[in-house]
């Protein structure tokens, strides 16, 4: 085993997929020539051509919808929109096609797409390109959403959401493109949250971008970090396991506060797990702001490892 | 607003299509005028968008197409779905709620879906199916298979954004799509020149490079031979744009009280009606008698009757099912 970056992964996954399945092609805004953004799809073009590394215009609505259309047709589209900012005006295609096709037209239609987006603060880069909307995307019924916080995972996400007969929508992190680390190649799931560091004193549940941070708190107080990965469906059944022992926990969010993803894992740790619990549980997000351009504003406004050590405090105080 | 002359009818089609033509559009009305009464009587709830006036766009068009095409439609597409083969019953069936119809019970009149004739809906979205019939079509393309996209939709549509990047994907790829626009000059209470600085559709397709045709769209034949050169054209060629020039004799909706447009005005096209013109061509032609139009007027209501009576007999989906589907079965 050698280590790779996060970024190398989602290219080597970009490269498996394709040199797979005949079926499957990818498109976005300057997926092709430009190499990705993020330089995700660098060389792809020249190895599979321009039918199936598709550049686009910048029509996100249009060639999400394309791709929504093409998944009715028989092929397994990659899209990229580039970033969960920009998925914003694909939002329709989303949520009222790809969605609901299936239930709507009495199971007849199922749409195998999987939608690729960078997603989160933490470079300066302000208020229109910092957003976290995973978990938004996570109040919808009929896509599935992941969240590879891992190098393992960023190899291994997309191949399994493009096994999926429908939609998944799949999150990468640029605030992690450079952490290096192993990959096994073994196939990963995308239906489990997983453990990544065991500790007895406090449960810590978090996801993507926050994962590092998360970690880096537990050192201190003695935390067991529970990954979700998969943030629709959620699987919390890690989650209930360790606050049996813990018996208290802090969610780390990127997204706001209001009616976001941490609210419903404390939500359901409330109906599940109430007597489990020696404290209230608590929460880590994104203050209420847009994310300011200047650096100590924008590290004030994400969480930090410092605000989960003094949240995990708070449980004890 | 004037209203153009009745169709001239200088093309002629062979006998027998012509009355094919004409049973279809007779089948649309029969069907919609019963629905209209149901939901009168509250069997048929929800949104009911009606055809009535427009039957000759999808008759014409759909005589046009092949088995192994696709096509993308909007919420009133009652007569699409029904003219590309799905069967009354199952139309019928649907608008009730029942799980004998089209869409289970799932869909309701908005949503009609039929995977055996590749019928992919009945989209409540204005302009939504257009990005999803550049896709379809893609696909096609990218598989070569020989299948032509056709995508129903009003002039409401060209409006919205997901119109101009469709337009734009379908001529830069050079997809196999028929976008064909049921303008019948009303989204939903605003009529075209209220709402379009351009109100020549096809200008605004042109500017994307795409082929276009403008048609009278109450003339069946005139309809029928545009939508066979369009598929031939996308099948050959690339994306054209159709402007189907009709309208809508009802309300937009069940709930519509039309304040926005004068009764005159409606009367007027109703002189350009698409059956009554139809048949009295055909008459003149001497290819229909009183006595034949009769006969396929009854069957269609006959159709009716038995449609109706299927969904009576129809089934209630059982509540457990709820949240079958959302995700596929693995």
Known sequence: MSAITYREALRQALDEALGKDERVFLMGEDVGRYGGTYAVSKGLLEKYGPERVRDTPLSELGFTGAGIGAALGGMRPIVEVMTVNFSLLALDQIVNSAALLRHMSGGQFSVPLVVRMATGAGRQLAAQHSHSLEGWYGHIPGIRIVAPATVEDARGMLAAALADPDPVLLFEYPALFETKGEVSGEKVDIASSKVRREGGRVTIVTYGGCLPKALKAAEEVDGEVIDLRVLRPLDLAPVLESVKKTRRCVVVDEGWRSGGLAAEVMARLMEQAFYELDAPVARVCSEEVPVPYAKHLEEAALPQPEKIVAAVKGLFA | ?330
């Open chain 2, 1 to 330: 607003m004037k209203v153009p002359p009745p169709p001239a009818g200088k093309v002629k089609l062979p006998a027998k299509l012509s009355l094919a033509l004409l049973a279809d559009m007779l089948r649309i009305r029969r069907m919609e005028e019963k629905c209209a009464e149901l939901y009168g009587q509250q069997k048929i709830r929800g949104f009911l968008h009606l055809y009535i006036g427009e039957e000759a766009v999808a008759a014409g068009a759909m005589r046009a197409l092949e088995p192994e095409d696709n096509i993308v439609a909007t919420y009133r597409e009652h007569g699409h779905a029904l003219l590309r083969g799905v069967s009354m019953d199952a139309i019928m069936a649907e608008m009730y709620g029942k799980q004998e119809g089209c869409s289970r019970g799932r869909g309701g009149s908005m949503h009609l879906f039929d995977a055996q004739t590749r019928f992919y809906g009945g989209n409540a979205i204005v302009a939504g199916g257009l990005p999803l019939a550049a896709g379809l079509a893609l696909a096609a393309k990218l598989q070569k298979e020989k299948r032509v996209t056709a995508c129903f939709f009003g002039e409401g549509a060209v409006a919205e954004g997901a119109f101009h990047e469709s337009m734009n994907l379908a001529a830069l790829w050079g997809l196999p799509v028929a976008y064909l626009c049921e303008n019948n000059l009303y989204a939903m209470g605003t009529a075209l020149e209220r709402s379009e600085a351009q109100t020549d559709l096809c200008v605004k397709a042109a500017s994307y490079g795409m082929a276009t045709l403008k048609v009278d769209g109450m003339d069946v034949v005139a309809v029928h031979e545009a939508a066979r050169r369009a598929r031939e054209h996308a099948a050959k060629k690339g994306p054209i744009f159709v402007e189907f020039q009709t309208y809508r004799f009802r309300a937009h909706s069940m709930f519509d009280p039309e304040l926005y447009r004068e009764k005159s005005e409606v009367e007027a096209w109703k002189t350009r009606g698409p059956i009554h013109t139809f048949t009295a061509r055909l008459k003149a032609q001497g290819d229909l008698t009183e006595e034949r139009f009769l006969e396929l007027d009854a069957a269609a209501q006959a159709e009716v009757d038995e449609a109706v009576a299927f969904a009576e007999a129809g089934t209630w989906e059982p509540a457990e099912h709820l949240t079958a589907d959302v995700y596929t079965p693995q």
